[in-house]
């Protein structure tokens, strides 16, 4: 049988958004007889079993490790696993920050193996020799630049995961009630900067709170301590709220088609809502997303709040009142974001994996 072995990380402070897309490539292909292996570093426990829970192996490595020890792990697992396949998604919050170490593992693992390499990127400019790079993000331009002639670029949204769910949602008509009352708010699988409380206390503040139901998620990744105090910051709350756990089997869909709105921290989230068509507005926590938020924001697909200073303040209030009040917005925003995705990027991307490579 031949097999795929993915690296890539996730972490309550990286967060977990990498580690879902792999596990929907890694069932693209175990469907075509591909056995998927994933090697991890172990930044707690819960990653591990998160990926077990679809029936994947995973090897753990030091969270410790430097470029050239997980380049070794990396290689030799190849090897031992006469693997055909190597899919990188690390372009997480620590590799956007230290990006040199993760451009020296790259660079050590494509010297040494010879499996077919694909690659989750976020910079057209990093140019090593992947077979594919797969950079599925708006605003994402390959411009003049002159990249090796061995790498496949696939740009754009049109290349973008979802979960089968949303690309079942994304068939459907949306519909936009003129009176919005339903407000969504999911930080992901984590929330490394504490935001769904912070986020509940400000819709609690709005002028017309007793009128909204809420509903919370809350990722299989979130500290225990950020639980008790959005459970503290809910008990405050005086409209209809619910806690929604997990939200990763198969509900998130559905949640964002019940929404009026969805408020989110940016990363992967935003595409879901754009791909079911639900108005949404993105809080960005750091640089790197108020950039890639911004982009999204001009499509025309949400309204952007930069929080790089990690305060909340009387801006949000008045953007979910915006967005609430004014149902051509919300419409437009709706029809934006179903034309921006169209849920069929896996395919797109298996398409482009050559038959003699399976």
């Known amino acids: 049988m031949y097999k795929a072995v993915f ?20 069932k693209a ?18 990653i591990s079993s998160l990926i077990r829970a679809s029936h994947f ?43 040199q170490q993760y451009e020296r593992y790259c660079s050590i693992v494509l010297r040494i193996t010879q499996s077919f390499t694909i690659a989750f990127e976020d910079d057209v400019s ?9 950079i599925p993000y708006y605003g994402i331009i390959q411009g003049d630049l002159i990249l090796n002639k061995k790498t496949k670029l696939l740009l754009g949204p049109e290349y973008f995961i979802f979960q089968e769910d949303f ?20 930080m992901g699988g984590c929330d490394p900067f504490n935001l769904t409380g912070k986020v509940a206390d400000s819709i609690n503040k709005l002028k017309n709170v007793s009128e909204i139901h809420l509903k919370v998620v809350i990722g299989p990744g979130f500290h225990s301590r950020s639980r008790k105090k959005l459970q503290e910051i809910l008990e ?18 559905s949640l964002m088609l019940w929404s009026d709105l969805v408020i989110t921290a940016g990363g992967l989230t935003k ?50 009142e915006t967005v609430l009040r004014n149902h051509n917005l919300r419409k437009e925003m709706s029809i934006r974001g179903k ?12 398409s482009q994996i050559p038959n003699q490579s399976l």
């Open 236 to 253: 405050k709350y005086v409209g209809k709220y619910e806690i929604v756990l997990g939200a990763n089997d198969g509900i998130m869909a």
């Open 167 to 186: 690309i079942e949602a994304s068939r459907s008509r949306r519909e936009i009630n003129r009176k919005a009352t339903n407000i969504l708010v999911t």
């Open 339 to 350: 034309k921006l995705v169209d849920g069929k990027g896996l395919e797109r991307i298996m």
């Open 271 to 320: 595409y879901e809502a754009a791909v079911t068509g639900t108005p949404c507005i993105v809080l960005a926590p750091f640089p790197r997303e108020v950039e890639m938020s911004k982009k999204f924001a001009e499509a025309g697909t949400c309204l952007h709040l930069d929080i790089t200073n990690n305060i909340l303040n009387n801006n949000l209030n008045s953007m979910i």
């Open 126 to 134: 990093f140019d090593q020799p992947f077979d594919i790079k797969i």
């Open 7 to 26: 690296r890539v990380d996730g972490s309550y402070r990286i967060g977990l958004g990498h580690i879902m897309r792999c596990l929907i490539f890694a």
């Open 57 to 99: 192996h995973v090897q753990t490595i030091p969270n410790t490790f430097s470029p050239e020890e997980d380049a070794a792990t990396t290689t030799n697992f190849l090897n031992q696993n006469a693997s055909s396949f190597l899919i990188t998604d690390l372009i997480n919050t620590d590799n956007v920050v230290f990006r």
């Open 29 to 46: 292909f175990a469907k075509g007889n591909i056995q998927p292996l994933f090697i991890i570093r172990d930044f707690e426990p819960q």
